[in-house]
Structures are given as C-alpha cells and as structure tokens.
C-alpha cells in the first residue's frame, strides 16, 4: 500500500501558550478506508488533538510528528495541511459574514486543485453539490445563505459533511459531529459519511456510542489525561457505553 495511505500521529506533545501540556505522547495510526472512534471523558485532550492536526495557533506542538505520505506536517500552515490531503472544516472563523456557503466551498474546493488541473465552473459546482446536499437533506436555500451565519448546531455540522463531500479529503477528524444532534440529522450525518465513494481514513471523536450506530469503526480509542489509555474493536464502545471510563483511570 502506498505510503500516503496512512496517517500517522507519532507520540505527540501538544502544550498551550502558558506551558500547560494536554496531549502527552499520543499515538495512532490510520488508514485510508479506516474509521477510528476516539471516546474519552471530557478534557481527556480529544478536541486539543483536533486542533494540533488543523494547526490552530492555540496549541503548540512541542515534540512528536503527524506524517501524511510519511511527509511530517507539523509545520506546515493550515492550507498546506489540507492540501496533503488532511480535512479541514472551515470552523475557523465559524462564521463568515457577507460570503454565501456554496462560492466559499467552490473556492475552496477549486484551491485544492493542482496546478494545471481543471477548475470546476459554477454549473458543474453547483451540480455536484446538489448531489452530496441531497443526501444530507441540506436544503438549496441553506447554501445560498452566508456561511454558517445563523445556522443551527445540526445544520452546521451537516454543512461540515457536505464541505467533506465536496473536498474529497484523504482523512478527515470530526469532533463531536454528533453533539446537539436530532435522530434525523443523526441519520443524515451518517448517510454523508457512509455515502462518500472513495475511502477516507476517520478519526471519529464521539462521547456517545449512539453516532457508532450510523458510522461503524474498525477501531476504538479510550483518550484519557492526554494519552491513549485502550484501544480496541467495537466491542470496547459497548464496553465503555456499559461501565464509562472510571475502569480504565
Ligand atoms: P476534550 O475534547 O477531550 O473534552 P479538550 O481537548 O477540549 O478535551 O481539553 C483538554 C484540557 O485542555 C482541558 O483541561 C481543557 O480545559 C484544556 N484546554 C483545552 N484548550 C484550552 C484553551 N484554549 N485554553 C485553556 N485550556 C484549554
Ligand atoms: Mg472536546
């Protein structure tokens, strides 16, 4: 298998400007086609691992590397990262006034392009992304209006899906992608994850067991105090979902 298959987060240290360590020596590794959960108490570090894969400025890391392609990221400014391949939803800023939800994607989606590659015209934009919004019962009306200006928690994590869809990233991390939601969206969500047509290697990060349902993992990751404290197959969410995290302090 190509090198570039794999995601590799090797012993990572990640600390806050004022010294404070969150993550301290995590490891995983993901491959294309792979769907990892990582479950975990909360202020285990999952949402700070989140942040270090994008590159927000907040979290610094401090040793430890995350390769795509065996290329190191760790550097590298957000656009680069999601140029090798790594999804990045557009959280940051979370709202952006006066730019409508489809021309930001079509930009973003004709930005990843190589160079000399096809650019997508509106109309074949548009098409597609009617394509990936059906399934997400992402409604027209929804994309024309500016980006998650005034969505809803469950719409703005559809509208992550659809940004998904439409970007075709080699691995993506979502954090909580179902917190806040209703059965519908719940359902929705995982129609758009299950419904990509290329495999994607997915970090997962849930606190309920309920999103697992709609997206099935290949692994399940415990993340407590900054590091892995389990991993293991499905049968370790039931586990968790039955007797939570105190077995594994
Ligand atoms: P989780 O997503 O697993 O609930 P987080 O990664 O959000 O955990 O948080 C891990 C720890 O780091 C918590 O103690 C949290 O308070 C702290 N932390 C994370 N981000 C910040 C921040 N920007 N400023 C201060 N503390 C933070
Ligand atoms: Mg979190």
């Known amino acids: 298998m190509a090198k570039d298959e794999t995601l590799e987060i090797i012993d990572l240290h990640v600390s806050l400007a004022d010294g404070k360590e969150i993550l301290r020596g995590l490891s995983l590794s993901v491959k294309r086609g792979e769907v990892h959960a990582v479950m975990g108490p909360n202020g285990g570090g999952k949402s700070t691992l989140a942040a270090a894969l994008m590159g927000h400025p907040a979290y610094r890391i401090t040793s430890g590397s995350v390769r795509v392609g065996g290329a190191d990221l760790t550097t590298l400014s957000p656009d680069q990262r999601a140029r090798l391949g790594l999804f990045l939803g557009f959280q940051y800023p979370v709202e952006v006034a006066g730019v409508n ?61 659809l940004q998904l869809a439409m970007l075709r990233p080699k691995f993506a991390v979502l954090d909580e992608p179902d917190s806040g939601l209703d059965v519908d969206a719940l359902r929705h969500i995982g ?41 293991g197959g499905p049968e370790l969410a039931a586990q968790i979902e039955q007797s939570g995290y105190e077995g594994f302090r």
């Not at 973003?108 to 934009?125: C, R, T």
């Not at 019962?137 to 994309?143: I, K, Q, R, V």
């Open 101 to 161: 939800f489809a021309s930001f994607l079509r930009q973003a989606v004709n930005g990843l392009k190589a160079e000399g590659e096809k650019k997508l015209s509106p109309i074949a934009f548009r098409n597609q992304l009617e394509e990936a919004a059906k399934g997400l019962g992402f409604s027209e009306e929804l994309a024309a209006r500016a980006l998650n200006v005034g969505f809803s928690g469950g719409e703005k994590k559809k509208a992550e899906i």
């Open 191 to 231: 129609a758009g994850v299950n419904g990509l047509d290329y495999p994607i290697g997915l970090v997962l990060i849930t606190h309920y067991q309920r999103i697992l349902g709609h997206i099935k993992p290949d692994f399940v990751h415990v993340v407590m105090k900054g590091r892995l404290a389990a991993s």
